[in-house]
């Protein structure tokens, strides 16, 4: 399986300013049709997660566009150019590249 | 309003089932795959099961393979998830999420059903 390591694990950023998560895959995640299907999700506490972004760096609909998505291959970066507080929560990245699907562990965004 | 709602979690004993149901309303169920995923209490996502629109094709974790049963019908737009054997380990919120064919990211999730394996 395709192991998804995100760091960092907890980020404590405060209101206004830029955050970013980083995640990196095992192996390639270039499908054999040549797209890269990794994709960003927020959980806010209580919720069930929220897709954000998906193939790297398409923001999903209604999804602010202080979000983006960036990366290739192995190496994938999310960003959040100007925290609100609304954001705060769990971002999962995921790989859809190959089954089976699999998780970063999660990067819990907190306000300082 | 697109829609989905599951159903069915509750205490169970290890070594016992439970079936998990998902209903799909608000868009064209059966031209969409569909996913199980849990979350184990404090812990992150791990995904459980996917199967296609058709249901001709069909996957699972190693964590349930043999003891989990994908289905799907799509006549009563609803999605299943039977579980047998069941350990102390799959105890978690079960969420189901669609998936786009071809597009490959989840795009809708319920807000999932708690199944608790204890004695």
């Known amino acids: 399986d395709i192991v998804m390591t995100q760091t960092p694990l907890s980020s404590p950023v405060t209101l206004g300013q830029p955050a970013s998560i980083s995640c990196r895959s095992s192996q390639s995640l270039v499908h054999s049709d040549g797209n890269t299907y990794l994709s960003w999700l927020q959980q806010r506490p209580g919720q069930p997660p929220r897709l954000l972004i998906y193939k790297i760096s398409n923001r999903f609909s209604g999804v602010p566009d202080r979000f983006s998505g960036s990366g290739a291959g192995t190496d994938f970066t999310l960003k959040i150019s100007r925290v609100e507080a609304e954001d705060v929560g769990v971002y999962y990245c995921m790989q859809a590249t190959q089954f089976r699907y699999t998780f970063g562990q999660g990067t819990k965004l907190e306000i300082k | 309003e697109v829609q989905l709602v599951e159903s069915g979690g509750g205490l169970v004993q290890p070594g016992g089932s439970l079936r998990l149901s998902c209903a799909a309303s608000?868009?064209?169920?059966?031209?969409?795959?569909m996913n199980w995923v849990r979350q184990a209490p404090g812990k992150g996502l791990e995904w459980v099961s996917y199967i296609s629109s058709s249901s001709s094709t069909i996957y699972y974790a190693d964590s349930v393979k043999g003891r989990f049963t994908i289905s799907r019908d799509n006549a009563k737009n609803s999605l299943y998830l039977q579980m047998n054997s069941l350990r102390a380990e799959d105890t978690a919120v079960y969420y189901c999420?669609?998936?786009?064919?071809?597009?490959?990211?989840?795009?809708?999730w319920g807000k999932g059903t708690t199944v608790t394996v204890s004695s």
């Open positions: 999420a669609r998936m786009i064919l071809g597009y490959y990211y989840m795009d809708v």
């Open positions: 608000g868009f064209t169920f059966s031209s969409y795959s």
